[in-house]
Nanobody, 124 residues
């Protein structure tokens, strides 16, 4: 499957952005989809994931602020980010995998497919 992320930008603290990830090439509806982020000098970290059952999982740092969702009819996954903080500044990546177990969905090396990344910058 091919993934393409979009929607990043520059926003003030407290603002909102919605990231989108378009998927093509396979049966998207059966994939677990995740969002990860990587800040300069830091490792790539888990943000949120949504399984093919539509159950969702979030990093503690974004719970209550971010919402992941999917539209299988459009082969899209979204990340709505509200109340953004300067520490949310990073390149955000969408990722997908068809066979990923629950205990592994927060691990970036478990995902086979990645989008190109979109920059999110939150100013204070």
């Amino acid at each position: 499957v091919q993934l393409q992320a979009s929607g990043g930008g520059l926003v003030q603290a407290g603002g909102s952005l919605r990231l989108s990830c378009a998927a093509s090439g396979d049966t998207f509806s059966r994939y677990t989809m995740g969002w990860f982020r990587q800040a300069p000098g830091k490792e790539r970290e888990f943000v949120a994931a949504i399984r093919w059952t539509s159950t969702t999982h979030y990093a503690d740092s974004v719970k209550g602020r971010f919402t992941i969702s999917r539209d299988n009819a459009k082969n899209m996954v979204y990340l709505q980010m509200n109340n953004l903080k300067p520490e949310d500044t990073a390149v955000y990546y969408c990722a997908g995998d068809r066979q990923i177990i629950l205990s592994s969905l927060k691990l970036p090396d478990q995902y086979d497919y990645w989008g190109q990344g979109t920059q999110v910058t939150v100013s204070s």
